[in-house]
């Protein structure tokens, strides 16, 4: 009790690096193993992984060993039971150092329809997050999950709300259950509750995911809002390409606000981003670029101007485009469970095709997925919060390179390229190193956005 409870104290009041509270913390994270483990209860080991998620301290053994005790205690000691409040605190905190550990899911799920019915708006939000996440379902879970919190919707806090329509995004319970949700959320904006960037972006974005069916009343404040945001100098972007990129299919309902605020994107943006992208090295002006935006991705509209923008074309060739998407979904890839940035640890579903036509002959026409990748160069991705080198986009036109030799510059063809989801700038940035590499290629490029075929659904 004492070691979580000043764990979970020093998290609360925040540590400051290089102070002795780190070391505790470091002392914390290698000496709690074992049979000490199994005395502590299901609120300290709750207590502790939040508290180490709180200050984004990814300590993987210690995660592994709370892992194996919570499951036992959970499977075998069912008098130490878990009430709701400790098994959100795990799921979220797993979620958020991204550890994923299939056995204490699992238990979790099991226990999760006991006590649903105790969980409270929070509870019901980060349980569910954290397994969407982590890319697990577990259909009994989610069921009493979705029932309880349809059944407390009205009470639920803006945050949690919006956390739980992500959620039901990815999940993807019966179009009543998103419906409703649809409809709690448009009654956060009629309200006009003070919302955050964070909570706005994440709103819309659940909004988008849950398929709405809403008048163009329900999105003008959000336009505009985000549109304030751009205009008083907001940083991270993020927040607002988010939003944008969820309001992208309404804009036919707020045609007059949602154009200035695509303008006010393509002056903040887009042009300081080509520019960066047609200099001699792409990659490092993209990311001092992106660091002080604060961006990773564009969203498809976004996306596809600043491909037009580098002499990048659709590939719409007689519907093999579409050939290779139904090719790429029904084959799959192998991928490492490290990459979490594209829906959790089944990244191994964001596939592409690849199409390679030199000398007047087909070269390459394959399948092609994600992969571990060491080498930064040639076409050296961006650091954006995560390791970016093994994107699907990367991988192909690194193959394209490794086949056509040292010849590049004076060998022509075309390179047609499909993603199943829509690609993040590092994958843009290298879009832009190949074009400079091997300006003798044509290079064509397909993607879907994998929210709407649901490529990646859990």
């Known amino acids: 009790q004492h070691v979580g409870n000043v764990v979970w104290a020093l998290a609360s009041l925040g540590v400051e690096e290089g102070s002795s509270a780190e070391g505790f913390l470091a002392s914390v994270a290698r000496d709690l193993h074992g049979p000490w483990l199994q005395t502590f209860l299901p609120q300290h080991l709750a207590n502790i992984t939040w508290a180490f998620a709180k200050l984004q301290k990814r300590e993987v053994a210690l995660f592994a060993e709370i892992a194996t005790a919570a499951q036992q205690q959970i499977v075998s000691q069912p008098a130490r039971a878990f009430n709701s409040q400790d098994l959100a605190n795990l799921m979220w905190s797993y979620a958020t150092v991204a550890v994923a550990d299939t056995r204490l899911f699992d238990a979790v799920a099991e226990a999760v329809p006991g006590v649903a019915d105790q969980a409270t708006p929070q509870?019901?939000?980060?349980?569910?997050?954290?397994?969407?996440?982590?890319?697990?379902?577990q259909d009994a879970m989610v069921d009493s999950l979705m029932a309880r919190g349809v059944e407390t919707l009205p009470s639920f806090p803006v945050e949690d709300l919006s956390h739980f329509a992500w959620a039901v995004g990815?999940?993807?319970?019966?179009?009543?259950?998103?419906?409703?949700?649809?409809?709690?959320?448009?009654?956060?904006?009629?309200?006009?509750?003070?919302?955050?960037?964070?909570?706005?972006?994440?709103?819309?974005?659940?909004?988008?995911?849950?398929?709405?069916?809403?008048?163009?009343?329900?999105?003008?404040?959000?336009?505009?809002y985000l549109q304030d945001l751009v205009g008083h100098g907001h940083r991270p972007l993020r927040h607002v390409l988010d939003g944008f990129a969820a309001l992208e299919d309404q804009r036919v309902v707020a045609p007059k606000e949602f154009a200035a605020l695509h303008e006010r994107m393509r002056v903040d943006l887009l042009h300081p981003l080509v520019e960066a992208l047609k200099s001699p090295d792409p990659s490092h002006a993209v990311e001092v670029l992106v660091?002080?935006?604060?961006?990773d991705t564009l969203g498809e509209a976004l996306?596809?101007?600043v491909l037009s923008a580098l002499g990048i074309r659709a590939w719409e060739d007689s519907g093999h485009a579409r050939e290779a998407a139904t090719v790429a979904a029904s084959q799959g890839s192998d991928a490492d469970d490290r990459y979490f940035d594209r829906f959790g640890p089944k990244q191994a579903r964001i596939g592409g095709f690849l199409e390679l036509v030199a000398g007047g002959q087909k070269q390459i026409s394959t399948v092609i997925g994600p992969t571990s990748l060491t080498e930064q160069t040639p076409l050296r991705p961006v650091q954006l919060r995560h390791d970016r080198s093994g994107h699907v986009e990367r991988v192909a036109l690194l193959e394209v390179l490794r086949r056509v030799g040292a010849q590049t510059e004076q060998t022509s063809g075309t390179v047609r390229l499909y993603v199943c989801h829509v690609p993040c700038i590092s994958c843009v940035t290298v879009m832009a190193q190949f074009r400079q590499a091997a300006p003798g290629f044509e290079l064509e490029v397909a993607f879907d956005d994998a929210w709407q075929t649901r490529a990646c659904d859990i």
């Open 170 to 224: 990815v999940m993807r319970p019966s179009p009543a259950v998103a419906q409703k949700v649809a409809d709690q959320l448009v009654a956060v904006w009629r309200e006009g509750t003070y919302l955050s960037p964070t909570v706005v972006s994440t709103v819309l974005v659940g909004l988008h995911r849950c398929q709405h069916k809403h008048d163009a009343s329900s999105f003008v404040p959000a336009v505009r």
């Open 123 to 137: 509870h019901v939000a980060n349980l569910l997050w954290g397994y969407a996440v982590q890319g697990v379902r």
């Open 291 to 295: 660091e002080k935006l604060g961006v």
């Open 303 to 305: 996306t596809w101007e």
